[in-house]
């Protein structure tokens, strides 16, 4: 037999074979966890989930909604911009809470210095914009930073602190 005829061995795919699958059992749990059970990835879902709706809601339904953000506890819900001050009270308490462990950090508007601590809001209008927001999430030494551009229907997310300026003011007054 030549050596262009020889091929491999039942023995030799067989051992390949069991080499690979060893290699994914292993793998395939902690990938899984990473990916699944990442809790500031879901939060970031969660958050993104809720905004996107929020967007359809106020184009769908024709008036302008409010997201409610609490820093320091850290939860978000959101209702019509016309609800009562009744109508506001009970959606806060059904407030959804993120992950323990999760922080917003900060929220900043275009404009405005970033605020910390208390309540902010992110205003949908009707139209299909947004206010211009800069939103950010830690947990641990992680960051991730979602950037609310007032025209465009997607928000950015970044896997890291990002200090955007929406315009020139902002730019110069972070220099």
């Known amino acids: ?7 491999y061995t039942l023995i030799e795919l067989a051992v390949v074979v069991l080499l690979v699958g060893l290699m994914l059992t292993l793998a395939a749990p902690r990938v899984r966890d990473t990916l699944l059970n990442d809790d500031l990835k879901a939060a970031t879902r969660q958050l993104l989930g809720a905004t996107r709706e929020l967007r359809n809601d106020a184009i769908r339904e024709q008036t302008d909604y409010l997201l409610r953000i609490d820093l320091g506890q ?3 819900w959101s209702y019509p911009a016309d609800a009562t001050p009744e109508k506001r009270a009970e959606v806060r308490k059904a407030a959804v809470r993120l ?4 922080r917003i950090v900060d ?12 309540e902010a809001s992110i205003r949908f209008f009707r139209q299909g914009y947004v206010t211009p927001t800069v939103i950010h999430l830690a947990k641990d030494d992680r960051t991730f930073t979602l950037i609310f551009n007032p025209f465009l229907p997607s928000v950015d997310v970044h896997e890291k602190q990002v200090d955007y300026a929406f315009n020139e003011e902002d730019r110069d007054a972070a220099l």
């Open 74 to 76: 850290p939860s978000f």
């Open 107 to 118: 929220v900043r508007h275009a404009g405005e210095a970033k605020k910390g601590d208390g």
């Open 1 to 7: 037999m030549t050596e262009q005829e020889r091929g």
């Open 99 to 102: 992950p323990a462990g999760i």
